[in-house]
């Protein structure tokens, strides 16, 4: 069955720094990776997505990806974190095109002046 | 950008009672999806959706809960009596098949109070 671990619930960071979010996946073959960015008492927005080719995946609002088969991990990076991008981070897998996402449990993100 | 839309934004209903939770799918999609958040937990799946019937669905939902697509642009989730741990986030997804590429939108959610 497949399943997400973030290992980080929170994680503060200063504006203007780097940001990496940690997420790892299990599944057998290749799977759909999302990540997902939820604002407070906002819904979903997919923020990236990897299906196949380039390991290196870059989103929206500067954030980029990367896939690492070998250790099963799907991190989210930013080289220059803005106040705006305090929100919560949902790491997700799907199995297949039509399948349901699971969701990881979510890295809460903080941002200090 | 065509977006899912749900309706209400926010329910407050009483244990016991029947509510119905619609959404406006994005018009050429094919897959529609139900899932919920329990305050401060993690989004899990309910149900999917393909072709008037439910292709898959969670141990969450259990028969309390029904999904129906009533005409060409609702597609709606029903809970037949509302227990307290009903209480959550609602989203409503759909997504298209397009080559290589899929994408659930996910629409803003119906914020559902069991009191």
């Known amino acids: 069955a497949q399943s997400v671990t973030q290992p980080d619930i929170h994680i503060t960071v200063s504006e203007g720094a780097s940001l990496e979010l940690r997420c790892n996946y299990s599944?057998?073959?290749?799977?759909?990776l999302f990540w997902y960015v939820q604002s407070p008492g906002q819904g979903l927005q997919l923020l990236l997505k990897y299906f196949s080719g380039d390991t290196l995946v870059q989103g929206i609002k500067g954030f980029e990806a990367e896939f690492k088969r070998s250790q099963s991990s799907f991190n989210l990076r930013k080289p220059s974190v803005h106040w705006s991008d305090a929100a919560e981070y949902f790491c997700?897998?799907?199995?297949?095109?039509?399948?349901?996402?699971?969701f990881g449990k979510g890295t809460r993100l903080h941002i200090l002046p | 950008e065509p977006e899912v839309t749900q309706t209400p934004s926010h329910q407050v209903t009483q244990m016991g009672q029947e509510v119905i939770l619609r959404c406006v799918p994005i018009s050429n999609h094919l897959y529609f999806y139900w899932y919920r958040q329990i305050l401060g937990q993690k989004v899990e799946f309910l149900v999917s959706?393909?072709?008037?019937?439910?292709?898959?669905k969670s141990e969450i939902f259990d028969d309390q809960f029904s999904v129906e697509r009533p005409d060409g642009s609702n597609f709606t989730l029903k809970i037949r009596s509302t227990k307290l741990e009903d209480s959550a986030m609602y989203f409503c997804a759909s997504s298209e098949l397009r080559g290589d590429s899929y994408e659930q939108y996910f629409g803003p959610g119906t914020r559902l109070t069991v009191t």
């Open positions: 959706f393909y072709n008037n019937e439910i292709s898959e």
């Open positions: 599944y057998g073959a290749t799977p759909y």
């Open positions: 997700a897998v799907g199995a297949n095109r039509d399948d349901k996402i699971i």
